[in-house]
């Protein structure tokens, strides 16, 4: 498995500021990912962060709302700018150790509230 | 385009009884299958895969899955239910670029 850690853990923020979110892993990966899950809500994948490349988003995701960095192969942020309330999620990032071990394994995610 | 559908939003079973909870998948490809568990407050862990090899797969707390090609299902099962197996399980099909989609979730409540 993987130890991942994720800061803040939660937050509570006013709308039109942005918050930025720390991904941590114990060990070098390649693959990096960004979800949202919304209250009471599957996860919705928001962007893959591979170290050495732009971070690609999915549809319904724009990096100017969502800008990512990948500094190096451990280390990744998110932040989420001009929030409303409809950004109130949980964030959770996960790392998939490729290798042949097809495991993705995910960290404690971020609880935002947006008022 | 890949898919995963858990029918179920809930499922409730008493202690000690078999549990299952299902999952149907839509690839175009090789599935990729995976089965998560969310408790309360906590991020997302790990229950089993299957990538290939035996239908039946085992993975962590007394859990197991069968890949089943034919009806494109992969039921997540427990052959003795637990109080604390309570929580949110998600089942997730993987692409190529790694990327996992993820059913709705299934509840499950084991009751003493």
């Known amino acids: 498995s993987a130890v991942i850690s994720q800061k803040p853990s939660r937050d509570i923020c006013q709308r039109g500021t942005s918050l930025t979110i720390q991904c941590q892993v114990d060990?070098?990966?390649?693959?990096m990912f960004w979800y949202r899950q919304q209250p009471g809500q599957s996860l919705t994948l928001i962007a893959t962060a591979n170290q050495g490349s732009e971070a690609t988003y999915e549809s319904g995701f724009v990096i100017d709302k969502f800008p990512i960095s990948r500094p190096n192969l451990t280390f990744s942020t998110l932040t989420v700018s001009n929030m409303s309330p409809e950004d109130s999620s949980i964030y959770l990032c996960?790392?998939?150790?490729?290798?042949?071990?097809?495991?993705?394994?995910f960290g404690p995610g971020t609880r935002l509230t947006v008022t | 385009a890949q898919s995963v559908a858990q029918p179920e939003d809930q499922v409730n079973v008493a202690e000690g009884n078999p549990l299952t909870v299902k999952c149907t998948y839509s690839?175009?490809?090789?599935?990729?299958l995976f089965w998560y568990v969310q408790y309360p407050n906590r991020g997302l862990q790990f229950l089993l895969k299957?990538?290939?090899?035996?239908?039946l797969v085992k993975g962590s707390y007394g859990f197991e899955a069968e890949f089943n090609k034919s009806q494109t299902s992969f039921h997540l099962k427990k052959p003795s239910a637990l109080v604390s197996d309570s929580a949110l399980y998600f089942c997730a099909v993987r692409d190529d670029n790694y990327k996992l989609s993820f059913g709705a979730g299934t509840t499950v409540t084991v009751r003493a």
């Open positions: 996960s790392v998939d150790r490729g290798s042949g071990r097809h495991e993705q394994y």
């Open positions: 299957y990538i290939t090899g035996d239908n």
């Open positions: 690839v175009s490809g090789n599935p990729y």
């Open positions: 060990s070098q990966v390649t693959m």
